[in-house]
């Protein structure tokens, strides 16, 4: 069971990339999103969210009983699940406009470049789920961090497509 847990908390052992490793997880999940939006649509996105955030708090809770470190930094599933967070109002727009979700590209470079500005600052509630010692806590700063990236992807689409047009 380990390597199991130890395969999906670093991603197939992505999250042993010297440099970076939660940009890493974040660039990953870019393709991982697309596939799945393909093939299932906004449903199949919206399912997959909390099947991969169950198993990634399982995967995290079980890789990490053998560290001290309750948050090692090769552990970049808890990246998978904020970067989808911070990409469904892409799907969400591209199904409600009947539109691809390769033409929302600028919402692709929003979403990852917010996402990981929330994720590596941590203001607020981000902070406060990243102070936590356990797994839970690991998982839920990247969910906050890709909450508040989903708003600004939002905010800026709402801003481009409403306003300055």
Same mark, same amino acid.
């Given at each position: ?11 197939? %052992?992505?999250?042993?990339? %010297? ?5 890493? #997880?974040?660039?990953?999940?870019? !393709?991982?999103?697309? *596939?799945?939006?393909?093939?299932? #649509? $906004? &449903? ?5 969210? !909390? $099947? ?19 948050? !090692?930094?090769? *552990? ?16 969400? #727009? &591209? ?23 929330? =994720? ?9 789920? =990243?102070?936590?010692?356990? &797994?839970?806590?690991?998982?839920? =700063? =990247? ?7 989903? $708003? #600004?992807?939002?905010?800026?689409? %709402? ?7």
């Amino acid at each position: 069971m380990q390597s199991i847990s130890r395969n999906i908390a670093t991603l197939m %052992g992505l999250g042993f990339i %010297g440099f970076a490793p939660g940009t890493w #997880g974040s660039l990953a999940t870019l !393709p991982l999103f697309a *596939v799945i939006f393909q093939a299932a #649509g $906004l &449903a199949g996105t919206l399912i997959a969210l !909390p $099947l991969i955030l169950c198993l990634g708090w399982w995967a995290t809770q079980s890789y990490t009983q053998l560290h001290k470190n309750h948050d !090692p930094s090769e *552990v970049i599933i808890d990246e998978v699940v904020g970067q989808w967070i911070a990409l469904l109002p892409l799907a969400a #727009g &591209a199904t409600h406009a009947g539109a691809s979700l390769f033409a929302l590209w600028p919402g692709w470079i929003a979403a990852f470049l917010l996402f990981r500005f929330f =994720d590596i600052w941590k203001p607020s509630i981000i902070g406060w789920a =990243d102070r936590r010692s356990d &797994a839970i806590g690991v998982m839920l =700063d =990247d969910c906050f961090a890709g909450l508040f990236a989903a $708003l #600004g992807v939002i905010a800026l689409a %709402g801003l481009f497509h409403g306003l300055l047009s």
